[in-house]
């Protein structure tokens, strides 16, 4: 059987983390360790699936503070079970989740417009004409959040979408947002969906 205890050097060989970064989440509180006769480090093999979880969620963006306060959540004088794992993970779901829409919209909308004042794009002129997007806010407005200044959607309203209606990467993009409904607003409500054909469709119903 493997053994119970693990050596830093086994901790770190087993998960790709260096011992100093292991040293470093020990001083944080993120993971635990007795010590030996020597005065050596043991870990349990529960550590293991603490430290996978700590690498995981920095690489996703997340902050050390996030971590920690999730971590705080498992039980410290027992292994952690399944429904331990599951009331953190509910938690976290919200969090995760706003994460992840934020992570496809820098996928999908990198190349137009991202509200950041730059106004370096032509797609700038459309959806950020004079840089309203700092009406909502500090940094790039519209990859942290779907929402537009109301002076937007009503440019939006009678604008021509141009190449973002296109099959390019940007048309297809917004394609997909407007079927799965991301994007989709209220009919009777001052957004407009934002998309391809938004302009045509308002158009055709106005010749109606």
């Known amino acids: 059987m493997p053994p119970a205890l693990l050596t830093i050097g086994d901790v770190a060989e087993r998960t790709g983390v ?3 970064a292991l040293r470093f989440y020990e001083s944080e509180g993120l993971i635990s360790a007795s010590r030996s006769g020597g005065g050596q480090r043991r870990y349990a093999r529960s550590m293991l699936r603490r430290v996978a979880f700590v690498r995981v969620a920095q690489r996703v963006g997340l902050t050390l503070e996030e971590v920690r306060s999730a971590l705080a959540s498992l039980p410290e004088s027992r292994t952690p079970t399944k ?7 509910a938690a976290w779901r919200p969090m995760l989740d706003e994460q992840i829409a934020v992570l496809e919209r820098l996928r999908d909308d990198l190349s137009s417009c991202i509200g950041c004042g730059c106004l370096s794009l032509r797609a700038c002129r459309l959806y950020n004409p004079d840089d309203v997007a700092a009406s909502l ?3 790039p407005r519209y ?3 779907d929402e537009r200044p109301a002076e937007v959607v009503g440019e939006l309203s009678t604008a021509t979408p141009g190449r973002r209606g296109g ?3 940007s048309g297809a993009s917004a394609s997909r947002r407007s079927a799965s409904g991301r ?3 209220p009919q009777n409500g001052t957004r407009r969906q934002i998309g391809p054909g938004s302009s045509r469709s308002t158009a055709k119903r106005s010749r109606m």
Do not use: C, H, I, K
């Open 18 to 20: 260096a011992q100093s």
């Open 83 to 89: 429904a331990d794992w599951a009331r953190l993970s």
């Open 137 to 139: 806010g500090e940094g």
């Open 143 to 145: 990859l942290l959040s």
């Open 167 to 169: 099959a390019g990467p």
């Open 183 to 185: 994007r989709r607003a």
